[in-house]
């Protein structure tokens, strides 16, 4: 998009007529957690040499979960920035940006699930020496409708963005398809948060792990599923709110959730490395106290250590 007739930047970013105070609280939340995720991935690059067995759970699936929020984080920085200095306000060019953001969105979605469901469960499992197949064959097929659910969701999110590129191409696209989707995909998301807590919790406080389990790693535990409880809710309020006749939620209302998603999906990534730089995964605990311990060899281990995300957005 050309520039304007006596373009100047310092003058054009974020004009007032434009961004009002929701605006720039939207923004400011954007860079916040934009620095967060940069500080998380060089805290997991400082302690993942010195994790020990824990390691397995802040392995390859995590680092590329938590590498695919950070771009998808820069990416809507940088769009958002762009907008703001009105180098592409206006522009078509923006679907494109909001296309790469929901990709991105999609794959960080899908790490983090399996290394939530998957990983924290089976490591748990093994440390108490009791990994049954019936619970790996429901975590696979849940991780499989999710996978599918969100495949669908980035696509067809994906494509209304790219149909936004020519206004007269959405008087006919049917958008109700996209909600009961996102509906759909956050509530299998959140029964299946509150089902593996309850495993994983389970397993914690057993009588095998409370004699080796500290405080810490119950604590934890506890604000992984408590970010992820409210993390997952919040979109599930807002796709419900949108089949309520004369539903609808303010700005305010959403620049709140906004900020309270994003805090809640920081934590889960933090939170992932408390848990696995607790002593509960060193090899040699629950064998000194008697509880039988399953050895596994992490593939990860061997390895070199190295739309719309929001209330108003996809989140």
């Known amino acids: 998009m050309a520039r304007r007739h006596g373009y100047n930047r310092s003058s054009t970013c974020f004009r007032p007529s434009i961004y009002d105070d929701y605006a720039l609280s939207d923004y400011a939340c954007l860079v916040v957690f934009l620095a967060v995720y940069l500080g998380t991935l060089i805290t997991l690059c400082i302690v993942r040499r010195g994790t020990g067995a824990g390691k397995h759970l802040i392995g390859l699936p995590y680092m590329l979960a938590l590498s695919f929020k950070f771009i998808q984080q820069a990416i809507n920085f940088v769009s958002s920035t762009l907008q703001a200095c009105e180098v592409t306000y206006g522009s078509t060019d923006v679907y494109s940006w909001i296309i790469a953001i929901n990709v991105f ?3 960080e979605t899908i790490m983090l699930l399996f290394v939530v469901l998957w990983t924290l469960n ?4 093994k440390q108490l020496g009791h990994n049954p197949s019936a619970l790996r064959m429901g975590l696979i097929a849940v991780l499989t409708i999710l996978g599918i659910l969100n495949a669908v969701s980035v696509i067809l999110y994906s494509y209304t963005s790219w149909l936004s590129r020519d ?30 807590a309850t495993l994983s919790l389970l397993a914690v406080r057993s009588p095998k ?26 979109p599930v309020i807002r796709s ?8 609808q939620i303010s700005r305010a209302g959403y620049l709140a959730m906004y900020w309270i998603s994003s805090l809640f999906h920081a934590l889960v990534f933090i939170s992932i490395i408390g ?21 596994e060899h992490d593939a990860y281990d061997h390895q070199q250590d190295p739309v719309y995300d929001g209330a108003g957005q996809r989140a």
């Open 105 to 107: 969105y999609g794959l």
């Open 122 to 125: 089976t490591m748990l499992r």
């Open 167 to 196: 206004y007269r191409n959405l008087v006919d696209f049917n958008y109700t398809a996209v909600y009961y989707v996102d509906l759909a995909f956050w509530s299998v998301y959140l029964a299946s948060i509150l089902a593996s």
């Open 209 to 234: 792990t409370k004699r080796v389990a500290g405080g810490l790693l119950v604590l934890w535990a506890s604000i992984l599923y408590l970010s992820l409880f409210v993390y997952s809710l919040i």
């Open 240 to 247: 419900s709110v949108l089949f309520i006749p004369q539903g």
């Open 275 to 295: 848990i696995a730089k607790d002593g509960t995964w060193r090899p040699n605990t629950f064998a000194a106290t008697g509880a039988p311990v399953e050895r």
